[in-house]
């Protein structure tokens, strides 16, 4: 009994059925039919919802086996959904605390329900059988900023990665998740920051068009579509910090806010979640895994063996690769490399 919703309500009505010996048969009449009995069931319903003198039947007449209660409220849906819901609750305010996320601004920022719904759908475009369970780490660890970038490795291994090494893509700052997007490169038309800003308003005219299709709570203004692309999180040129988090998979409040004015969260939710996905996937295709590429020769270049990125033991087992260097150059970059052998990696 308890697995069902409004068991509360239900038990209520048995009750009553038991109490004064009624024999009730049950028959689904569809909504909105205009059924006499049907709308005159919902107008009472309306009328005791609202009753501020309507008390519940005692305890003690309810055919329940008991009555759990939830900081003094009885909870009166299925209790499995409940307790895995208050658990899901529990789960997203740990990981809305985490100092990782608080490198720019208030987490209060961040619509966090949008960002787990968005999160949690991951699931259903991976298997191993389509190769993107790769994929699905990868979003895993942008939104958590794990990605091993250099700056990453420098922090984890700084016996094998010179902290002073800067990007090796652009020899000019140091590679951080936000630099991956932002990356200027040795090529221009190769640059992962123009890439970057066309798969983002990619995803802003896919999600627009997509949300001038949808119904709306109430008609849209004719200046929706201006005042949906003048948000902060389309800013990419230079980033804001919404349009950084957005690439992490964070969903800016201020988008959602300002689509709440005319989508239910359900209908902005499910807008929201495939183009998000595919813009990971760009962002995983055709910077992180072209980054990669190269970050693999770069590291051969430098003398660093997957023996000694595997290695557990510290400096004084393992010698320094860039003493496998010229002094000349103690900073190495692909910028440093001739253009011949850049063309052929």
């Not at 984890?156 to 902290?163: G, V």
């Not at 253009?339 to 052929?344: A, I, K, T």
């Amino acid at each position: 009994m308890l697995k069902e919703s409004n068991h509360l309500l239900w038990s209520s009505v048995r009750a009553i059925m038991s109490q004064k010996n009624l024999d009730v048969t049950l028959i689904k009449v569809p909504a909105h039919a205009d059924d006499p009995l049907n709308n005159h069931v919902d107008a009472l319903a309306k009328a005791a919802h609202t009753d501020s003198h309507l008390s519940s039947r005692p305890s003690s007449e309810l055919m329940a086996p008991c009555i759990l209660q939830f900081n003094s409220l009885p909870v009166d849906m299925n209790i499995r959904k409940f307790i895995r819901d208050i658990f899901d609750a529990k789960s997203l305010l740990t990981l809305a605390v985490l100092p990782r996320f608080n490198s720019y601004s208030s987490t209060s920022d961040i619509d966090w329900a949008c960002t787990k719904f968005c999160l949690n759908n991951n699931k259903q475009f991976v298997s191993h059988r389509n190769g993107r369970s790769e994929f699905c780490g990868f979003r895993i660890k942008i939104l958590l900023d794990m990605l091993p970038t250099l700056t990453t490795l420098q922090r984890r291994k700084p016996h094998i990665y010179d902290p002073s090494w800067l990007c090796p893509q652009c020899n000019s700052s140091p590679e951080t998740l936000d630099h991956l997007w932002t990356c200027p490169y040795i090529l221009p038309e190769f640059s992962p920051f123009n890439t970057f800003k066309t798969l983002l308003l990619d995803l802003r005219t896919v999600c627009l068009d997509k949300f001038l299709s949808a119904t709306p709570l109430i008609p849209l203004p004719d200046s929706f579509a201006a005042e949906f692309m003048a948000l902060d999180c389309w800013d990419c040129d230079p980033p804001s910090i919404s349009c950084l988090r957005l690439a992490r998979g964070l969903i800016p409040i201020s988008l959602t806010g300002f689509l709440g004015t005319y989508f239910s969260s359900s209908t902005i939710w499910s807008i929201l979640d495939t183009p998000l996905h595919d813009f990971h996937f760009d962002l995983y295709v055709q910077i992180w895994l072209c980054r990669s590429i190269f970050f693999h020769h770069w590291e051969s270049a430098q003398g660093i063996t997957k023996k000694m990125k595997s290695s557990a033991l510290g400096p004084s087992s393992i010698s320094y690769p860039s003493s496998q260097i010229s002094p000349d150059s103690s900073t190495p970059s692909l910028a440093t490399v001739s253009l011949d052998s850049w063309v052929s990696w």
